[in-house]
């Protein structure tokens, strides 16, 4: 019963350009939306999130965007950089004690 | 300075042996946690604790038991250990413990059962 899927394994791009990683996920009681991203060997480090009560959240170079009627949601990197390259995981909650449902990952490469 | 610490980072054991995993943070956070990365690289949540108080336990079996003597230590003790428990480990930490309180995650603990 996989909540939250990130079907995309991987995704290549060049620096400069913009990198799209996408999630999907399945229910609709989910109150927060969250992206982590993992180097190896590190713990994931919190990147970005949205309620479920807005439909886009900007913080730099990082956008997050949720569809709640698709229940889709996606993170933008615009510029791409190569310290950008990592796994990034999609994450929601419900409204308390954190419990995060993870996707799978989708392992980013920016290439110079 | 690290703010949430693990250790070990790795652990090597045979089946059957009983093993512990630390976890400290210095946040000042209120709620922690233990997730658990398999195979198929899924990270998915044994225990949740708030204020020293189990909050969060996911059908996790029963040799697997979290001790937190303050809210700042989360410790995981796992008796018998088996083949199935080989992955790595995170421990987390976060304010109050509601959905829009972000996790600091440690760097985990790769557990290998031979």
């Known amino acids: 019963d996989q909540q939250v899927k990130q079907n995309s394994p991987s995704l290549s791009v060049q620096e400069g350009r913009i990198s799209i990683l996408n999630c999907d996920y399945t229910n609709s009681m989910f109150d927060y939306f969250l992206w982590y991203k993992k180097y190896p060997a590190e713990g994931p480090t919190f990147l970005i999130s949205i309620s479920s009560i807005k439909d886009k959240n900007e913080d730099g170079r990082f956008t997050v965007f949720l569809n709640k009627s698709a229940k889709h949601l996606s993170l933008h990197i615009v510029p791409s950089q190569p310290g950008d390259s990592a796994v990034y995981f999609c994450a929601a909650s419900g409204a308390s004690y954190g419990k995060l449902t993870f996707g799978q990952g989708t392992i980013l490469t920016v290439h110079p | 300075d690290t703010a949430v610490s693990q250790t070990p980072k790795y652990l090597v054991t045979q089946m059957g042996n009983d093993k512990s995993i630390k976890c400290e943070q210095n946040?000042?956070?209120?709620?922690m946690y233990w997730y658990k990365q398999d195979s198929k690289k899924f990270l998915k949540i044994m225990f949740s604790y708030n204020n020293k108080e189990l909050i969060i336990n996911e059908t996790v079996p029963n040799r697997f038991s979290p001790k937190s003597p303050d809210k700042a230590h989360l410790n995981l003790h796992i008796n018998s250990l088996e083949l199935g428990d080989s992955a790595v480990y995170f421990c987390?930490?976060?304010?109050?413990?509601?959905?829009?309180?972000?996790?600091?995650f440690g760097n985990g603990t790769r557990l290998t059962v031979t």
């Open positions: 946040l000042g956070h209120d709620t």
């Open positions: 987390a930490s976060s304010y109050a413990g509601t959905g829009a309180s972000p996790l600091h």
